[in-house]
């Protein structure tokens, strides 16, 4: 069995004083694609930024590889393997697509070796290494979100957690997302999606959470929630 990369006991998490999510348990394997699954307003958002350290748990503890990092700052988390591509991709408009890469290998444990990661990237985005001297807030919003995903790339995380990453995309550039997950999971990045494409979510995740109002209500493979009629029903309307 697959050892947990990241465990979740009980978290309790939320903005101010209204709660968002109320006792989330969960683990992810280390090599695995997991997806959470669910609606608009579920929880999806503030479970990845309370992994992330952007919101601390108000009760509960969060273990990657082991060791407790429920109070640890953000950048201590980057350090030790994190890496969130948030939800409307927040890249820097006014520098480069390479500027922007560059800022992602900031932390530490990403400066050696960075050019040829850089090169590596441009290998699986193409389109990035042709806009190279561009300005981030010059393209398009598929290629914003390669340019996301990559700047999470070079900080050589070892869990990739991903808000929503075909939020907003055509069709086509969708697709090249989850081709890419496909890929990187080949490399044995582990990845938590978190995806309103429900359909294509399960079909990639070995493992899958579906959250309800900031609880978990089903957990399993992804093969076996794709079939669950639940899920049928109430996210794929079959």
Known sequence: MTAALLELDGVVAGYGSVRILHGVSLSVAEGSVTALVGANGAGKTTLLRSIAGSILASAGAIRFDGSDITRLAPSRRVEAGLALVPEGRLIFPWLTVEENMRVGAIARRARAGQAARLDEIYGLFPRLAERR??????????????????????????????????????????KLIFETVARLRQSRITILLAEQDVARTLALADRAYVIE???????????????????????LGL
């Open 133 to 174: 001297r561009q300005y981030g807030g010059t393209l398009s919003g598929g290629e914003q979100q390669m340019l996301a995903l990559g700047r999470c790339l070079m900080s050589r995380p070892r869990l990739l957690l991903l808000d929503e990453p075909t939020l907003g995309l055509a069709p086509i550039m969708a």
């Open 213 to 235: 109002n900031g609880r978990i209500v089903l957990d399993g493979s992804g093969e076996a929630l794709l079939a669950d009629p639940r899920v049928k029903s109430a996210y």
